[in-house]
């Protein structure tokens, strides 16, 4: 791309996020003063236990007994342990933490979606035609997200940090797969090799901050099927897609049945 194009692009893409991220901490500012509520205090009051210990002792006993899903999600009792390491503890750090979490990821929402409408559309317009129209559905994209009632609960109830932040490496899994993508279908291997790497390591962040982040498979799978031409697959492309999606998307749903199937996962929620 000319970088004279490559400037309004950059351009273009600060102005139409400005308004989902301002819109967002407007709306949300207020409930950061609310309450824990619900089971907060059943996970993070664990700190609790650890109060004489040391800095380090504490940090490391409050992740390793996490004990909210199969892999304890450490990554996200972090960034918990970052806003306060006692208990009870003042929860404006941890909602205002929340909701600039919330805020980057509407700056993520805005990002895939531009960056797929601009990798899956053919037209006869301009760039910088393309850019406005790219950036204008992006940015009514992560506005309507961003502002959803349906947020509201994710922000707001601190524990919920764990799906934001596992939302948070979702998404930029998806983005460094549109770029992986572009990478080999230009032939560039080395590129695509250390993106299919980062790819790997996102998603494991992701997965140890909410598990429903090993979903980002089925995601690649469903996005590629519907947003791009299947002539376009080269050789190359078709291998990533079955070493880096498929197989692990395989896997995925062998693992969720076998869980579904088996009365070992419902012992502590009989509901």
């Given amino acids: 791309m000319p970088q004279k194009a490559f400037t309004t692009s950059i351009g273009y893409s600060i102005l139409w996020i400005f308004l989902p991220v301002t819109l967002t901490i407007y709306i949300l500012y207020p409930g950061l003063y609310g309450p824990f509520?619900?089971?907060?205090?059943?996970?993070?009051?664990?700190?609790?236990?650890?109060?004489?210990?040391?800095?380090?002792?504490?940090?490391?006993?409050?992740?390793?007994?996490?004990?909210?899903?199969?892999?304890?999600?450490?990554?996200?009792?972090?960034?918990?342990?970052?806003?306060?390491?006692?208990?009870?503890?003042?929860?404006?750090?941890?909602?205002?933490?929340?909701?600039?979490?919330?805020?980057?990821?509407?700056?993520?929402?805005?990002?895939?979606?531009?960056?797929?409408?601009?990798?899956?559309?053919?037209?006869?317009?301009?760039?910088?035609?393309?850019?406005?129209?790219?950036?204008?559905?992006?940015?009514?994209?992560?506005?309507?997200?961003?502002?959803?009632?349906?947020?509201?609960s994710t922000v707001f109830y601190v524990i919920q940090r764990m799906t934001i932040l596992s939302a948070t490496f979702t998404l930029l899994t998806l983005i460094t797969w549109l770029y992986a993508r572009q990478s080999l279908l230009e032939g560039n291997i080395k590129k695509s090799l250390l993106l299919s790497i980062l790819i790997l390591l996102l998603t494991l962040?992701?997965?140890?901050?909410?598990?429903?982040?090993?979903?980002?498979?089925?995601?690649?799978?469903v996005t590629g099927y519907f947003f791009f031409r299947a002539e376009e697959r080269t050789p190359l492309l078709r291998h990533w897609l079955?070493?880096?999606?498929?197989?692990?998307?395989?896997?995925?749903?062998?693992?969720?049945?076998y869980m579904g199937l088996s009365s070992d996962y419902y012992t502590a929620r009989p509901f």
């Fill in 37 to 152: 509520l619900f089971d907060d205090d059943a996970n993070l009051g664990a700190l609790k236990k650890w109060a004489n210990e040391s800095i380090h002792i504490r940090f490391l006993a409050f992740l390793y007994e996490g004990d909210s899903g199969p892999t304890g999600r450490p990554v996200s009792l972090a960034s918990f342990f970052i806003n306060d390491h006692a208990w009870p503890s003042d929860p404006y750090p941890h909602k205002y933490t929340s909701l600039l979490l919330h805020v980057l990821n509407s700056v993520l929402i805005f990002w895939f979606t531009w960056k797929l409408i601009r990798a899956a559309g053919e037209t006869c317009l301009t760039v910088r035609q393309e850019d406005k129209r790219a950036g204008f559905i992006a940015m009514t994209v992560a506005t309507i997200w961003a502002i959803h009632p349906l947020q509201a």
């Fill in 205 to 221: 962040s992701g997965i140890y901050s909410k598990e429903n982040a090993a979903l980002v498979f089925l995601y690649i799978l």
């Fill in 242 to 257: 079955i070493l880096f999606a498929i197989i692990p998307a395989a896997l995925l749903i062998i693992l969720i049945t």
